[in-house]
């Protein structure tokens, strides 16, 4: 399925190669703010040494030893902040002026995870959508290194009713590519889950929503054989679904990740309680439905368009919110406090790749400025988005700032803890202790196609 590597990418990956050789043997990151990412607190001027691509040591300037010959980069009026980690999107369709199943090839993805790394997020987990023996391919490759740096790639498979799971768009990716498991008996779910499980796939997504009657519905027998066997094989399971009912539904058979938030009418005790018996993870997902960021001509936004998108966005996506959204969003806000204070683990995921109008990289930092809207402190907003996805994903080396983890970071002009749309004051990026040359990204991006 995918197409013979662009000599676009062997040159990029040549330059990160020599970049990687030329690298000084120890980094000292010294004098900034160092926001750990977990409930410390962060180090107001501190010290960070990173050697071989790894943290080493984390402290206060001047109880930190740095190295004879190591390189220090002054960091006085800056923050560094682990890579954000995004555990939902749907990768390999959007071609930035096209959109559909053939544009999925690995230069798509790749260059969905490089926008991803560009706007400073270090790992990226596509759920359901992708064609999971290509995924799989693709994540090998990059773990071998043979990619230029990019977010990590994830893949989740996608478990439906025969005609039934992804929304119509989406759809029209799915299904030419084949990417859903289809399931119509609790017999047929088992044997999916141990294929996946003998594949060592660790996590599956499960589509429960019937969009409102229009879709085929997956039954309670199978959905709740899927979560058994997935339980049993060690495995974790992604619930799409929308409607209250069918939230209170899989929460109860034991799902780990609710994905969206239910609309239509405030939580009701039933569904609190349910949440703060179970606490399942939970991906807000919000940003696709809200008016487009591209409509503000905000540079930071606007930076990794190519012209002709903006202007297709602008167009046709950029109306005052209808009577319908304006009260879909009323609700968002009533339940969004109510998931976080019934103990739901909220964990950033932004549905991005669905269309152009919600990208890749900025829709992350979009999801962390919905959060603060709602209420969410910037320090809450930040584990959410770093240590606790890479729990829920098993990133042991990413997530947070401290020895023996990537030294996958963000350089921050300003402070988020004082105001979170401070994430979008990136200076550098750094995937595994080397900083992206993000204005060569920027003309990658910007190409128009």
Not at 239 to 262: C, E, S, W
Request: charged letters at 20%; hydrophobic letters at 45%; proline letters at 6%.
């Amino acid at each position: 399925m995918f197409c013979r590597r662009a000599g676009a990418i062997a040159a990029v990956l040549v330059a990160f190669i020599a970049a990687l050789r030329a690298q000084p043997t120890v980094i000292a990151f010294d004098g900034g703010r160092l926001i750990i990412g977990d409930a410390s607190a962060p180090i107001e001027r501190g010290t960070l040494l990173v050697e071989g691509g790894r943290i080493t040591t984390i402290g206060e300037s001047g109880r930190v030893a740095i190295p004879a010959g190591a390189t220090r980069l002054d960091m006085r009026g800056r923050t560094l902040m682990p890579a954000l980690i995004n555990a939902h999107v749907h990768i390999g369709y959007e071609g930035f002026g096209s959109w559909g199943a053939d544009n999925y090839s690995e230069r798509t993805v790749l260059d969905h995870l490089r926008r991803q790394a560009f706007y400073g997020v270090a790992a990226t987990q596509t759920v359901g959508s992708s064609p999971i023996a290509e995924s799989l391919a693709f994540a090998k490759a990059q773990q071998a290194g043979q990619f230029p740096p990019a977010s990590r790639f994830l893949a989740v498979p996608g478990m439906a009713p025969p005609g039934g799971g992804p929304d119509a768009i989406l759809l029209r990716g799915t299904r030419v590519l084949k990417a859903v498991t289809e399931i119509s008996t609790a017999d047929e779910a088992r044997a999916a889950v141990q294929r996946m499980a003998a594949a060592h796939i660790g996590h599956v997504k499960i589509w429960v929503d019937d969009r409102r009657g229009t879709y085929p519905k997956m039954p309670p027998e199978v959905y709740e054989a899927v979560i058994a066997e997935a339980h049993r094989l060690g495995m974790t399971v992604h619930a799409h679904a929308i409607q209250m009912a069918d939230q209170k539904a899989v929460v109860r058979a034991g799902a780990d990740v609710l994905v969206h938030t239910a609309l239509g009418e405030p939580l009701d005790e039933e569904l609190m309680a349910l949440l703060r018996e179970q606490r399942p993870y939970w991906t807000t997902v919000v940003g696709l439905s809200d008016r487009s960021e591209a409509c503000n001509r905000d540079p930071f936004v606007d930076q990794s368009y190519p012209a002709h998108v903006l202007d297709e966005i602008r167009n046709k996506d950029c109306a005052p919110p209808s009577p319908a959204a304006l009260n879909r969003d009323r609700l968002w806000a009533i339940n969004f406090p109510k998931y976080i204070s019934s103990g739901a683990r909220l964990v950033l995921g932004t549905d991005a790749g669905i269309d152009a109008r919600h990208a890749f990289g900025w829709a992350d930092h979009h999801e962390l400025s919905r959060w603060a809207q709602a209420g969410l402190t910037p320090a809450e907003a930040i584990i959410a988005a770093t240590s606790r996805p890479a729990a829920l994903l098993g990133l042991a080396d990413l997530g947070t700032l401290a020895p023996g983890k990537r030294a996958d970071l963000l350089v921050l002009g300003a402070n988020p803890l004082d105001a979170i749309n401070n994430t979008r004051r990136i200076e550098d990026v750094y995937l595994n202790g080397v900083a992206l040359d993000r204005a060569a990204m920027l003309r990658e991006f910007k190409r128009e196609r």
